[in-house]
């Protein structure tokens, strides 16, 4: 082989492979897209129109869970809103990602689940029962 054919080899499998070590670069160093985060607009419309039994003191009550929310904002400490909550949470646990409830009736605030890190990428949606207003947030575990 003569030095040029040498050269055109050389040439070649040096050129294949800053090319091969780019695309290697380009996958690695690139960040992986973050997925968007899940609906919370889908799941607080189940909560407001799929309904319950929650035990109270006077009785079982049915109603719907953003009405079961609302009746139990004002007094979070009841035996009433950890019933709610643990049907909520039951309910809840079906959803993919993560999931808070925030309930403010006046001054009260109602909340079930742990808040989402300041870092996580989160949906919201809002629905008012009464005087309350139910906020469920979703977003993938961080």
């Known amino acids: 082989m003569s030095a040029r054919g040498v050269s055109t080899a050389v040439d070649t499998v040096l050129a294949v492979s800053l090319v091969a070590a780019a695309v290697t670069a380009l996958f690695v160093l690139a960040p992986a897209p973050q997925p968007t985060?899940?609906?919370a607009g889908t799941a607080l419309d189940a909560l407001a129109v799929t309904t319950a039994t929650v035990?109270?003191?006077?009785?079982?009550v049915r109603a719907t869970f953003g009405t079961h929310l609302a009746a139990a904002a004002p007094r979070p400490q009841s035996a009433?809103?950890?019933a709610v909550a643990a049907?909520?949470?039951?309910?809840?646990?079906?959803?993919?990602?993560?999931?808070?409830?925030?309930?403010r009736a006046d001054e009260a605030v109602f909340r079930i689940g742990a808040?989402?890190?300041?870092?996580?990428?989160t949906t919201a949606a809002v629905l008012p029962v009464g005087?309350?207003?139910?906020?469920?947030?979703?977003?993938?575990?961080c």
């Open 37 to 39: 985060p899940p609906d």
């Open 115 to 121: 808040p989402p890190s300041p870092t996580a990428d």
């Open 131 to 141: 005087d309350a207003t139910v906020v469920l947030l979703r977003w993938w575990a």
């Open 80 to 82: 009433y809103a950890r």
């Open 55 to 60: 035990n109270t003191t006077t009785g079982p």
């Open 87 to 103: 049907h909520v949470r039951d309910r809840l646990a079906t959803l993919p990602g993560r999931v808070s409830v925030v309930v």
